[in-house]
């Protein structure tokens, strides 16, 4: 399939790789360092937890990138878990798992970390898992804001995660201006806001103070950009109208290999 320029205007320079869903055919060892080959100036990954923050941070040396965010324990992913913020039953397990991840985290230069907010149990009423949701976000920014670190709120719709306590972006944004909390912010996924029929081109300009970090993905497939039918050009000029000076994490499942779906980053 050949790939036509996206319009990535000045965020060619300003590609993350996720390391979570990119170059997977190697070892995470290697991964970074892969993605620096590449082409990507920044990386990003899920859960890091497997290695200590030592040896990661060598890995992030020697590629020569930064990690620009990471998320908080989520549980067992083979049990279906996706994290503990929402949950009632798991506030102590969330909560003791804050402070080591924020030191972990810390070794490696990274400055946003994710709590995933949980999928929705069966017999609990919404409006408990919200109060528990606001009160374990607002008690992991409050420790972040200790070390001028930044708690990001990422809304995943159900095409990616059924049940999903935080599922629409308008979600997220009430959450984060219920807490009140200047370091809560916003992590926009331009793929989970097309597959929930939203315009994410208005929702960056609507909502642009709280963005602090922007993942893209095209639909259907969740693979590449270029390949599927979303319009990639108004989201990034949008970005560049409201001023957005982070990183575009790639976070997408490459159709074929990595390093073979790549084409799209060099067309521009």
């Not at 990535?8 to 991964?31: K, N």
Request: glycine fraction near 10%; charge should be negative.
């Amino acid at each position: 399939m050949s790939i036509l320029p996206l319009g990535l205007g000045a965020f060619a320079g300003r590609l993350s790789g996720h390391c979570g869903f990119l170059f997977t055919e190697l070892p995470l060892s290697e991964r970074f360092a892969a993605a620096a080959r590449a082409g990507f100036t920044a990386v990003e990954h899920p859960n890091l937890f497997a290695a200590p923050a030592r040896e990661v941070a060598g890995w992030l040396e020697q590629a020569g990138v930064p990690l620009v965010q990471t998320g908080f324990p989520a549980g067992n992913a083979a049990k279906g878990e996706k994290g503990f913020a929402a949950l009632p039953d798991r506030v102590a397990q969330y909560r003791a798992t804050i402070e080591p991840t924020l030191d972990f985290v810390e070794e490696l230069g990274c400055r946003m970390v994710h709590p995933m907010a949980g999928v929705r149990p069966a017999g609990i009423a919404r409006e408990r898992l919200w109060d528990t949701y606001l009160e374990n976000l607002a008690f992991a920014a409050d420790a972040a804001a200790r070390r001028g670190m930044t708690v990001i709120v990422e809304p995943i719709g159900p095409g990616s995660i059924a049940n999903y306590v935080i599922d629409d972006p308008l979600m997220a944004v009430e959450a984060i201006r219920l807490i009140g909390r200047d370091n809560v912010k916003l992590l926009f996924d331009a793929y989970h806001c097309v597959c929930l029929g939203q315009d994410p081109a208005a929702l960056i300009r609507a909502h642009a103070p709280l963005i602090a970090h922007v993942q893209i993905a095209d639909d259907p497939g969740r693979h590449e950009p270029g390949t599927g039918t979303i319009a990639f050009g108004p989201i990034f000029r949008a970005l560049e109208e409201v001023g957005y000076a982070g990183h575009v994490g790639c976070e997408y499942h490459p159709a074929t290999t990595t390093e073979a779906g790549l084409a799209w980053m060099r067309a521009g």
